[in-house]
């Protein structure tokens, strides 16, 4: 079974940088599209970002030039490097994969990310 650990989560400043990690551990042939969801309180899920097996990339709007999406086929890990963090961006990060060979996804279990004064 596949399982995602994420980190990087935490508390920054307006203007700041935080970058989050999505290790995936055990037997995963080969992985398709990562990408990046965030939820905020009272708000619904939204896609952030996305990189696929080519490292195509596509941004929300809202975090375009801001935020950079990458991945270590290696260490089978993606990132989310966030910079010019905004209080809007303060929300629940969550990782995602798609398995290519069974198309099965798999979610990491959430980082907190809160940007304040």
């Known amino acids: 079974q596949v399982q995602l650990v994420e980190s990087g989560g935490g508390l920054v400043q307006p203007g700041g940088s935080l970058r989050l990690s999505c290790a995936a551990s055990?037997?995963?042939?080969?992985?398709?599209?990562m990408r990046w969801y965030r939820q905020a309180p009272e708000k619904q899920r939204e896609l952030v970002a996305s990189i696929d097996s080519g490292r195509r990339t596509n941004y929300l709007d809202s975090v375009r030039g801001r935020f950079t999406i990458s991945r270590d086929n290696t260490k089978k890990t993606a990132y989310l490097q966030m910079n010019s963090l905004k209080p809007e961006d303060t929300a629940i990060y969550y990782c995602?994969?798609?398995?290519?060979?069974?198309?099965?996804?798999?979610w990491g279990q959430g980082t907190q990310v809160t940007v304040s004064s």
């Open positions: 055990g037997v995963i042939f080969s992985i398709s599209d």
């Open positions: 995602n994969l798609r398995d290519r060979r069974t198309s099965l996804e798999y």
